[in-house]
C-alpha cells in the first residue's frame, strides 16, 4: 500500500519481520499508510525521503537502538512523534528523546489508542505552531 496524503504515515521499524509485518498489517487495518525498516539506517533514509507522520521503533535494532534512532530523528525534525516499543516492562535509558513507550505487552487495542492520541496531539502542537 502506498503512502496517501490524507493518511497519516507510520514509519514501522523493527529487526524482526514478524513483528514488523504484524504491525504494518494491524496499522493499515486501522486507516494509516505504513512504511518498514528492518534497521537504523534504512529508517534515517526513509525518514529524510518521505513524509512521516510517526515514527513507531522496537528498541532494539540490529544497528542501534530504538533511543537513537528517536534522538537523530528529533534533531532532524521535532515536531514528529517518535514511540518506542519494547518487550522491557520499564522504559529504557533515554527515553525522553521520545515521545511515548509501549510494552509489546499492551493489547492491540490500547496501542493503536495510544499512537492515536500522540499523533492528535502532535497534529495540534503543529497546527498552534503554524
Known sequence: ?????????????????????????????????????NDFATAMELFTSSAI???????CLRDGSGIEL????????????????SALVEEPEGMEHADLFICKAE?????????SELLSAGSE??????
Not at 507522520?53 to 528498541?59: A, F, N, R
Not at 493489547?107 to 499512537?115: E, H, N, Y
Open 1 to 37: 500500500m502506498k503512502p496517501s496524503e490524507n493518511r497519516p504515515v507510520v514509519l514501522c521499524v523493527d529487526a524482526n519481520q514478524t513483528y514488523l509485518h504484524f504491525r504494518k498489517l494491524v496499522l493499515e487495518r486501522a486507516g494509516y499508510s505504513v512504511l518498514i525498516a
Open 53 to 59: 507522520s510517526l515514527v513507531l521503533s522496537d528498541d
Open 107 to 115: 493489547s492491540t487495542p490500547q496501542v493503536l489508542q495510544k499512537i
Open 70 to 85: 528517536a534522538t537523530a530523528i528529533k534533531k532532524l525534525r521535532p515536531d514528529v512523534p517518535v514511540a518506542i516499543i
Open 125 to 130: 502542537l503543529h497546527q498552534k505552531a503554524g
